[in-house]
């Protein structure tokens, strides 16, 4: 759709701060690793009685998402309530969308509100990109997924996850299994993995969900488990993203889940202490045996929870660089 030339000339005020978060590439190890320090400092917020911080207090976010969403939308809206920000959760399925309205005069209408952040999710590639560039600059932008292009959130809790339970990035080997040609998460994924310095990247799946020159990015790649699964130390599966497949890719369901669903049989192939991702909704039987995403190495559930500890990192961030960018402009932040 819109893909600008250098994201980080939108996502980054002119002193390196975020004040969008669209995308992890291109953005530095410490920009990355600052993300992931701010939300382990939130982690202990959910363990308090009181479940809240004033950092966002007087902040208006609107959640706008154009596409479906459990995790992403609930972990935003609570997140946003966690930093004491008003939250505007807008039902597309009601509003004017649905009456023609484009999105740019539904971004207006909400700017003339005084919102101060946007949260999309939108089908088409590059939908955030666009609206942070083009219709509401000064509105922090975060990215809650667009199309098969990134899902830059949903990379960074799952570095929080693996930091947590594996320390050192730089020894780690990574493999992302499943439907790589349709996924926004394996993109961003791959992006962070890479600017922490991981050992190796790899990505496993079979040659018709395998985007071209995806070597290009720095990944090895395969195409057989035993082969793929081999010595890794974080085993990371994605869902296969069928409401984008618009011919017949796979054979069917249960031929790719003989090939490529994590079964205990194939995680036996990785590490001993091999820990397990899945970004969610989990189709059990398709991608992942249910005994291993109920397992002691899933951490599917750690990911919801440092899901909303990333949320608010890059919420606060980006209102704070957009504040910063306005002090810099000479206006009232
Ligand atoms: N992982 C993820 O984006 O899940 P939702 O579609 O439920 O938000």
Same mark, same amino acid.
Request: with cysteine; aromatic share 4%.
């Given at each position: 759709?819109?893909?600008?030339?250098?994201?980080?000339?939108?996502?980054?005020?002119?002193?390196?701060?975020?004040?969008? &978060?669209?995308?992890?590439?291109?953005?530095?190890?410490?920009?990355?690793?600052?993300?992931?320090?701010?939300?382990?400092? &939130?982690?202990?917020?959910?363990?308090?009685?009181?479940?809240?911080?004033?950092?966002?207090?007087?902040?208006?976010?609107?959640?706008? &998402?154009?596409?479906?969403?459990?995790?992403?939308?609930?972990?935003?809206?609570?997140?946003?309530?966690?930093?004491?920000?008003?939250?505007?959760?807008?039902?597309?399925?009601?509003?004017?969308?649905?009456?023609?309205?484009?999105?740019?005069?539904?971004? @207006?209408?909400?700017?003339?509100?005084?919102?101060?952040?946007?949260?999309? !999710?939108?089908?088409?590639?590059?939908?955030?990109?666009?609206?942070?560039?083009?219709?509401?600059?000064?509105?922090?932008?975060?990215?809650?997924?667009?199309?098969?292009?990134?899902?830059?959130?949903?990379?960074?809790?799952?570095?929080?996850?693996?930091?947590?339970?594996?320390?050192?990035?730089?020894?780690?080997?990574?493999?992302?299994?499943?439907?790589?040609?349709?996924?926004?998460?394996? %993109?961003?994924?791959?992006?962070?993995?890479?600017?922490?310095?991981?050992?190796?990247? %790899?990505?496993?799946?079979?040659?018709?969900?395998?985007? !071209?020159?995806?070597?290009?990015?720095?990944?090895?790649?395969?195409?057989?488990?035993?082969?793929?699964?081999?010595?890794?130390?974080?085993?990371?599966?994605? !869902?296969?993203?069928?409401?984008? @497949?618009?011919?017949?890719?796979?054979?069917?369901?249960?031929?790719?889940?003989?090939?490529?669903?994590?079964?205990?049989?194939?995680?036996?192939?990785?590490?001993?202490?091999?820990?397990?991702?899945?970004?969610?909704?989990?189709?059990?039987?398709?991608?992942?045996?249910?005994?291993?995403?109920?397992?002691?190495?899933?951490?599917?559930?750690?990911?919801?929870?440092?899901?909303?500890?990333? !949320?608010?990192?890059?919420?606060?961030?980006?209102?704070?660089?957009?504040?910063?960018?306005?002090?810099?402009?000479?206006?009232?932040?």
């Amino acid at each position: 759709m819109f893909e600008p030339i250098d994201a980080n000339q939108i996502q980054l005020n002119s002193q390196g701060q975020l004040k969008h &978060f669209l995308t992890t590439e291109g953005l530095s190890r410490e920009l990355l690793t600052e993300i992931l320090d701010t939300a382990d400092s &939130f982690l202990d917020v959910g363990e308090r009685q009181v479940k809240k911080l004033p950092l966002l207090r007087g902040t208006t976010v609107a959640n706008l &998402f154009f596409e479906n969403s459990t995790r992403t939308l609930s972990t935003f809206e609570l997140a946003a309530k966690r930093l004491s920000a008003d939250v505007l959760n807008l039902n597309i399925s009601t509003s004017s969308t649905t009456k023609g309205e484009s999105l740019r005069d539904t971004l @207006m209408t909400l700017h003339a509100m005084h919102a101060d952040m946007f949260v999309v !999710r939108h089908s088409d590639s590059g939908a955030a990109h666009y609206i942070a560039q083009h219709v509401t600059p000064d509105v922090a932008v975060i990215n809650a997924g667009d199309g098969r292009h990134a899902h830059p959130t949903q990379a960074m809790l799952d570095m929080l996850t693996i930091r947590r339970h594996k320390g050192d990035f730089s020894k780690l080997t990574c493999a992302i299994v499943g439907d790589i040609l349709h996924s926004r998460v394996a %993109r961003s994924q791959i992006h962070a993995l890479r600017t922490l310095g991981v050992a190796e990247v %790899r990505v496993i799946g079979p040659q018709t969900l395998l985007p !071209r020159h995806i070597e290009a990015l720095g990944v090895m790649v395969y195409t057989d488990m035993n082969e793929g699964l081999k010595d890794v130390d974080v085993v990371m599966m994605l !869902r296969l993203q069928k409401e984008r @497949m618009n011919s017949a890719l796979l054979p069917s369901e249960s031929e790719f889940y003989k090939l490529y669903g994590l079964t205990e049989e194939k995680l036996a192939i990785a590490k001993p202490d091999a820990v397990v991702l899945h970004p969610g909704p989990i189709n059990r039987g398709v991608e992942i045996e249910s005994s291993v995403a109920d397992g002691p190495r899933s951490l599917i559930l750690d990911q919801v929870t440092n899901g909303l500890a990333v !949320r608010m990192a890059v919420m606060s961030m980006a209102v704070s660089g957009q504040m910063q960018e306005k002090q810099n402009n000479g206006e009232n932040a």
